[in-house]
């Protein structure tokens, strides 16, 4: 059995509780034990498990796994206490934000020989299922990917190319290693509206878009326009609803990886993937940020 504790309590860190209080029955989820939840709020006990601080987490023993589930601003840091501890972590996306924290994160899981595992369950749910095979062996020609959504706190989720790497992670895993070609951002901000806009290019040079789109009270949405040689996919597929939960398919993952159950490969593509996704998503950031040239 794994000593499991759960480090922050907002809706994802609520989830994470309730999952492994019940787990999958005859999954490897069943291999993890909840012992307590850290949160910066004092609560008592919730659903029965004890509240403990950071620091008990991280000096005891029992505690062998650590499921983080704090602000983004908060991701890295936390796990690398984890990892200098001695113990396996899974995170919530993004693993920090900035790709030069990201790598260095991997490089202490690897040394402290522990598993470092980041949720993505953008990728578990039937909807990106069945966009994947409806995309799987078709030619790219180009494709635009927007999403829109609420407001977001940037000083606690981050820049939106890191708060949306869902988004960026669905367009690496589906046509594969992506070059941004340009990046440029619109805000008003007395308005609290932010639109973000990515160029990229293909392995094959072939062009995609993704523009993040933030406003307060804009419905969350995505919209797809993919344009293959055989014709264009310009909605999302319609898919039934899972049995069993993104979350516990994503806890079902961490535990296999720590039961040595994940293969070898798979591991190390889903780390080369998550690594390519934040560079590219630094890399946006730098765009966008960068100095506009004033000509005199």
Known sequence: MFGTVVVGIGIAGSVRIRDLLNPLPSSPAEHLRLLGFVSRRPLGDVQKVKQISLQEAVDSKEVTAAIVCTDNQNHSETVRMFLEAGKHVLVEYPLALSAKEAHELWELAEQKGKILHVEHIELLTEEYKQLKKEVAGKELVKGTLHFTGGALDEERSGFPAFSGIARLTWLVDLFGDLTVVSATREEQKERNYSRMTAQFQTAKNRPLTWIEERAPGMKRDKAINFCFTSGCLESLPEAPRSQ????????????????????????LAEKRRILLCLDLAEEIQRLCERPANIYS
Do not use: R, Y
């Open 244 to 267: 069993v939960g993104i979350f516990m398919q994503d806890l079902i993952l961490f535990a296999k990886k720590l039961l040595g159950q994940a293969s070898q490969e798979e591991v």
